[in-house]
């Protein structure tokens, strides 16, 4: 199993739930974040004065996915979040050693 984290543009988001769900993801985590990366933030105008913030929001995927669907789920990712910009995100993927249902107490990828 693959644990995804995908960091986005937050406009995005719905265009890719609604990719991911044609793909067959069942659930993710979404958390609204701020961060930067090599864009280094933006300067903005807020009631005439001009004013500079490094931290630029973000919304951050978690996804847990099957060995075999993780890297249709990173390519769907890609392709649905990205703008051609500077700024459209991050994704990684790390080993998920073990997931289980609360409810049925299932394990592995069919608790997923």
């Known amino acids: 199993?693959?644990?995804?984290?995908?960091?986005?543009?937050?406009?995005?988001?719905d265009e890719v739930r609604e990719a991911l769900g044609?793909?067959?993801?069942?659930?993710m985590t979404v958390t609204e974040v701020?961060?930067?990366?090599r864009q280094k933030g933006q300067t903005e105008i807020y009631r005439g004065a001009e004013?500079?913030?490094?931290?630029?929001?973000k919304v951050r995927?978690?996804?847990?996915?099957?060995d075999d669907l993780a890297p249709q789920v990173v390519e769907c990712i890609q392709h649905a979040a990205g703008t051609g910009t500077i700024g459209d995100?991050?994704?990684?993927?790390l080993d998920l050693a073990q997931a289980t249902r609360i409810r049925t107490?299932?394990?592995?990828?069919?608790?997923l």
Request: charged letters at 15%; hydrophobic letters at 50%; proline letters at 4%.
């Open 105 to 111: 107490g299932e394990t592995g990828d069919i608790a």
């Open 61 to 66: 995927l978690e996804i847990a996915a099957s």
């Open 51 to 57: 004013y500079s913030t490094n931290m630029l929001p």
């Open 89 to 93: 995100g991050k994704v990684f993927v």
């Open 1 to 13: 199993m693959k644990y995804i984290i995908a960091i986005i543009k937050p406009f995005k988001l």
């Open 22 to 27: 044609a793909l067959g993801v069942a659930g």
């Open 34 to 37: 701020k961060g930067f990366g």
